[in-house]
């Protein structure tokens, strides 16, 4: 079974920068999983961050970057807001299982 | 307005059906693959189905119980669920496939699975 694995809850400063991870249980995230990135308030539907690993949705400040480090998808939020206070989602495309979502990271920013 | 919009959720009992209807504006719904995605309350965000012109995919949850279609004619994306279980509770969005990732979502309809 296919699992994406994210940090549960971070907490980073205002003005700080956070990295967020994405990990695969049968092996390294490469762009072929086609990384995406979501961010979702409560009860809203979620907002593209960051899609084919590192490229910016539309109208997304440029504080939020996507990259590979190591053997993960990351998402770097670097000068961190208060509105930033989310809850962010990376999904994998994975052939056998098609599109898996991780867990979700709370971010708490203070 | 480019938009989707779900409805057709409501309350069921287990084992029973429901079919929920996603309507697409403002782009040519027939150019673009769609999905199904969920969550369940309090809970992260779960893909269960697609379909393009040609394919169909589903999750192993929902793999043989949930049936994914679409009218390109009435700009119409539909999932038809059967035999439903209280672990179906959920909202369900449509989102539609664009460059690899889901660029455009609905606001969701939420589906209670109970007795």
């Known amino acids: 079974q296919t699992v994406v694995t994210q940090e549960p809850s971070f907490s980073v400063s205002p003005g700080g920068t956070v990295t967020l991870t994405c990990g695969l249980n049968?092996?390294?995230?490469?762009?072929?999983?086609?990384p995406t990135w979501y961010q979702q308030t409560p009860g809203q539907a979620p907002r593209t961050l960051i899609y084919y690993t590192n490229s910016r949705s539309s109208g997304v400040p440029d504080r939020f970057s996507g990259s590979i480090i190591g053997n993960k998808a990351a998402l770097t939020i670097t000068g961190a807001q208060a509105d930033d206070e989310s809850d962010y989602y990376c999904v994998l495309y994975v052939d056998s299982a098609h599109w898996v979502f991780g867990g979700g990271t709370k971010l708490t920013v203070l | 307005e480019v938009q989707l919009e779900e409805s057709g959720g409501g309350l069921v009992q287990p084992g029973e059906s429901l079919r929920l209807s996603c309507a697409a504006s403002g782009f040519i719904f027939s150019s673009y693959s769609v999905n199904w995605v969920r969550q369940a309350p309090g809970k992260g965000l779960e893909w269960i189905s697609y379909?393009?012109?040609?394919?169909?995919w589903y999750a192993d949850s929902v793999r043989g119980r949930f049936t994914i279609s679409r009218d390109n004619d009435k700009n119409s994306l539909f999932l038809q669920m059967n035999s439903l279980r209280v672990e179906d509770t959920a909202i369900y969005y449509c989102?539609?496939?664009?460059?690899?990732?889901?660029?455009?979502w609905g606001r969701g309809t939420l589906v209670v699975v109970s007795s």
């Open positions: 379909i393009s012109d040609s394919s169909t």
């Open positions: 049968s092996g390294s995230v490469s762009t072929s999983h086609f």
């Open positions: 989102a539609r496939d664009h460059e690899w990732h889901f660029d455009l």
